[in-house]
């Protein structure tokens, strides 16, 4: 069964640095693409990247790249996703998820979600 789970948000100043942190566990995920999307309040859940596990191939939302770095740890079956320059839109909940093939921007091809963490940037 795959988990993933979270970790890392928290309260930053505008301007600042978060990284957020994915621990997967129940395959082995190299044939997997890991994304991460993010929610704010009265807002629908949006892409933010996605990592190809296996090439490590990143794409990113028009809205975050320049600022955003998705990577991962094959060792720790980790996936990171370095926040800078954060702005007070970027806060939300963010969340981990999986899917089995090619990364995708599209939330319903994500099979396996994370309980999300949240990042809150204040002005």
């Known amino acids: 069964q795959v988990q993933l789970v979270e970790s890392g948000g928290g309260l930053v100043q505008a301007g600042g640095s978060l990284r957020l942190s994915c621990a997967a566990s129940?395959?082995?995920?190299?044939?997997?693409?890991m994304a991460w999307f993010r929610q704010a309040p009265g807002k629908e859940r949006e892409f933010v990247g996605a990592?190809?596990?296996?090439?490590?191939?990143?794409y990113y939302a028009d809205s975050v790249k320049g600022r955003f770095t998705i990577s991962r740890d094959n060792a720790m079956n980790t996936v990171y996703l370095q926040m800078t320059s954060l702005k007070p839109e970027d806060t939300a909940g963010y969340y981990c998820?999986?899917?089995?093939?090619?990364?995708?921007?599209?939330?319903?091809?994500?099979?396996?979600w994370g309980r999300g963490t949240q990042v809150t940037v204040s002005s």
């Open positions: 998820a999986a899917r089995e093939g090619l990364r995708s921007r599209a939330l319903y091809d994500y099979a396996y």
């Open positions: 129940g395959r082995t995920f190299s044939s997997y693409a």
């Open positions: 990592i190809t596990w296996g090439s490590g191939f990143t």
